[in-house]
């Protein structure tokens, strides 16, 4: 793991150094994927390397930590609640509404921050300009107030897909659809094949307070026998 800014930086250039030269190949070429998209797209063709590496990060990060943790995280989640796997195994038809369920429960990314570019105030609280605002995800989707005994799986939740781990308005995560996808691919996998995943251990968490995800999580996994 990354224990200083200094490999942080380090690790962000060897990032920029792999990836530069697949943006420069793309660039001029008229491929439908998201890379070729942003080397041609008037907006971003042209982003200095900060912005690139910045880019890069989030697609990372979007399209990997997220999902492999929750997916991670819906292995232990069940396993913890196994009447809520119970339930599921009985009626898979429940996918529709465990899949927001569980990223809710999730959250893969416990917060964003934004930096105040003046002084105001929000819930009664002063800003300054220039203070760091950190909008916590985690707190959103276990706010008692909109979801009932909000810290528990529940796959019959009506509201879960409520949740803000894809952020919201024109913030609004733009793999959300892929990521539900895959979730509900993998349990539709898992069901027929295996009775039963059985966590081993408590899991070892990503040493991050940004990702909220699994560095290691041991599991016994039983095939069905019909």
Known sequence: PVRSEDERYEQLQKMADTFAPMWQERNGGDNFDLITMLANADSTAQMDREEFIGTLFLLIVGGNDTTRNTMTGSVYGLDKYPAQFEKLVAAPALMTSMVP????????LSYMCRVATQDTELGGKSILKDDQVLMWYLSANRDEDVFIDADAIDIERANADRHLSFGYGIHFCMGS???????????????????????????????????????????????RTS
């Open 177 to 223: 659809r892929l990521a539900e996808m895959q979730l509900r691919v993998l349990w539709e996998e898992i069901l027929p094949r295996f009775e039963r995943i059985e966590v081993l251990a408590e899991p070892e968490r990503t040493f991050s307070s940004f990702v909220n995800g699994y560095a290691n999580l041991p599991v016994r996994v039983s095939r």
């Open 101 to 108: 369920e569980i990223i809710r429960w999730q959250t893969p």
